[in-house]
């Protein structure tokens, strides 16, 4: 399960990245590339832990992920920017 | 110090700072000390384009349709890239290159300029296209009051360090009297000027261009000048890898990943980027003020384009450490997105050379039994 801090806890959706699962219950999430190059959907993870499905090429901070770009391997906290 | 072309100090380029430390020798790439520019090279190099593959035959049409004030802003927007990838297409090689320790960081300086230089070659191809002789249209570029103000203030911090840098290669640290005028050359002073000069690229890369394709993308929304939105999305996706990299730069920085001294200049001069990057954002709603100053076009005016770039301005800055200063928080041009989304640049692999289409297609493992069907 994904649970957004200030917005509602959602299911992961198998073969979707953690973007499409969230974009899928109509929650507004910016992005630009959805490659992982540009950093627009940098996202601060509070717990849990994700794996990536190509590297992630932008910038992010040690507690920051790419959902764009990524897939929950347990229940995750974010909080979206 | 004197700028070598070949260092020949058998030194080791692991631990080498990212700049002015000894000059790069060998262009090795099998280890790395920032892997990260690296893997910049080898999905810029993946986006390669002509802009010649671009058809933009149908825009000439299009052009002729467009009000006067539509006019004015389409074709200044092209003059104002075309000045900023003027600028970039020399500039990082200059400023940059002669003091660079690393060698995956030169090359991808250099891969990062190359790109520029094929945004500048597609803009004569736009503009070829919709007029027989362009020369009115660049010669503007240099008499422009608009786009001459923004161009100081973008070029004023590369002559800076470019010029203090020839100071110190061919005489050193020291006050320097050249002309009448004292230089003070310090290694100190050089690093703040690279400081400064990097946060002003990086405004640049962040901001800058995002007026100009805006407007583009509106166009393209009314199914207009679509050969043109076509060539503004790949140097879209280039120049968000552009930014990439010089958040990249700025953050190993400031989170002393690099060279300690520059984490102290950038504690040091976090009031005077902060200043570069805001200034960027006041020249850039100053230029959506000229672009519409004749009157707007269908779903874009002054105040939402105002909107964009700050909205736009607080993601850059927090990647950047620099806080988020607008009160924007939802993006006023959702459909921008579309525009920027790399899925939607290109999708036919024989037309374009993305990276999953060139990489790893020859399989060069044989089996005994692949020759199983074979008789003699």
Redesign the interface.
Same mark, same amino acid.
């Given at each position: 399960m994904i649970h957004i801090q200030q917005h509602k806890t959602v299911p992961h959706l198998p073969q979707r990245t953690l973007l499409e699962s969230i974009e899928d219950q109509k929650i507004v999430v910016q992005f630009h590339c959805r490659e992982g190059f540009c950093g627009a959907c940098r996202t601060k993870l509070r717990s849990g832990e994700v794996e990536y499905t190509s590297f992630p090429l932008a910038y992010i901070d040690d507690d920051e992920i790419l959902p764009c770009c990524c897939y929950p391997l347990s229940d995750i906290e974010i909080e979206l920017a | 110090m004197k700028y070598t072309t070949f260092n020949q100090v058998n030194n080791n380029a692991l631990i080498e700072p990212m700049f002015f430390g000894n000059p790069v020798n060998v262009a090795r790439y099998d280890q790395q000390k920032h892997q990260?520019f690296e !893997? #910049?090279i080898e !999905?810029q190099i993946s986006f390669f384009w002509r802009p010649e593959e671009v058809d933009v035959s149908k825009d000439r049409v299009d052009f002729q349709k467009l009000s006067d004030s539509e006019k004015h802003i389409f074709i200044s927007n092209l003059k104002y890239q075309t000045l900023l990838d003027s600028i970039q297409g020399r500039s990082p090689n200059i400023a940059f290159l002669p003091i660079i320790s690393l060698p995956e960081l030169e090359t991808w300086v250099e891969t990062w300029s190359f790109f520029e230089t094929i945004h500048s070659r597609s803009y004569t191809h736009i503009l070829r296209n919709l007029f027989g002789d362009p020369s009115s249209i660049f010669n503007d570029i240099v008499d422009n009051q608009e786009i001459k103000k923004r161009a100081s203030d973008i070029s004023q911090y590369y002559d800076d360090l470019i010029f203090a840098v020839q100071l110190w290669q061919t005489l050193g640290e020291g006050q320097h009297t050249v002309n009448g005028k004292v230089h003070n050359i310090t290694m100190r002073e050089l690093k703040k000027k690279l400081f400064l000069c990097m946060n002003s690229v990086n405004a640049l890369e962040a901001i800058r261009f995002y007026v100009s394709f805006a407007c583009t993308f509106a166009f393209a929304e009314r199914e207009l000048m679509e050969g043109n939105s076509k060539i503004i999305r790949l140097i879209a996706?280039d120049e968000? #890898?552009h #930014?990439?990299s010089t958040?990249?730069i700025i953050?190993l920085w400031a989170k002393g990943k690099d060279d300690p001294e520059m984490a102290e200049i950038a504690e040091e001069c976090k009031e005077q980027a902060t200043e570069i990057f805001l200034n960027a954002v006041r020249q850039e709603k100053e230029w959506a003020t000229y672009l519409f100053q004749q009157g707007s076009m269908i779903g874009l005016n002054k105040e939402i384009l105002c909107q964009y770039v700050e909205f736009i301005a607080n993601?850059r800055m927090?990647?950047i450490g620099l806080g988020q200063p607008f009160d924007v928080k939802?993006?006023p041009l959702p459909w921008m997105?579309n525009y #920027?989304?790399?899925?939607n640049v290109q999708v036919a692999p024989q037309e374009s050379e993305i990276s999953s289409y060139l990489v790893g297609q020859i399989d060069s493992e044989v089996n005994a039994d692949d020759f199983g069907d074979f008789d003699l």
């Open positions: - | 990260i !893997k #910049l !999905k996706r968000n #890898l #930014l990439t958040q990249h953050n993601h927090s990647a939802s993006n997105n #920027l989304n790399s899925d």
